[in-house]
């Protein structure tokens, strides 16, 4: 079952780089306006939810219990939504990659802080030193990435 947990993240990575590329050519065509653009990302992707939910859920029946939730639990569609803006924003000026690995690196090091102090009500998965080591790595590759080429010029 984790094989697949780990092919459907990836999967996830497949759509959010095309989702940036693709909602980027979005914003050029109106306008080069990136908040139109996440608009129509959301409004659709909502849009398709709703069908999904509608067949596959008592969507109704749970939308009648969301005001007894905390206010905080709803916080994910606007993060969702500064995400998507910030691709559409950044991948034309940074490239899909160096905006990606930028991302990636904030979610490491949040997803840590979180898993190890189990804020947001997540179970407690403690920070070791190979998670450590691990995040150091992609922090070299990440510098390997972003300033070989200068390297390699400045040696030769």
Do not use: C
């Amino acid at each position: 079952m984790f094989i697949l947990y780990i092919l459907i993240a990836l999967v996830a990575g497949v759509a959010l780089a095309s989702q940036a590329a693709i909602n980027s050519q979005l914003a050029k065509a109106m306008n080069n306006e990136p908040l139109i653009a996440t608009f129509i990302s959301f409004g659709s992707g909502a849009i398709l939810l709703l069908i999904i939910a509608s067949l596959k859920t008592d969507l109704v029946g749970n939308l009648t219990t969301a005001h007894h939730h905390s206010w905080w639990k709803y916080l994910g569609g606007a993060l969702g939504a500064l995400v998507v803006f910030t691709t559409v924003l950044l991948s034309p000026k940074m490239g899909i990659t160096n905006m990606l690995f930028f991302i990636i690196v904030g979610q490491l090091i949040t997803a840590m802080i979180i898993d190890h102090y189990g804020l947001i009500h997540m179970p407690i998965r403690e920070v070791n030193l190979f998670k450590l080591i691990g995040l150091g790595i992609v922090g070299i590759g990440l510098i390997t990435f972003f300033f070989g080429d200068k390297l390699v010029k400045f040696f030769n």
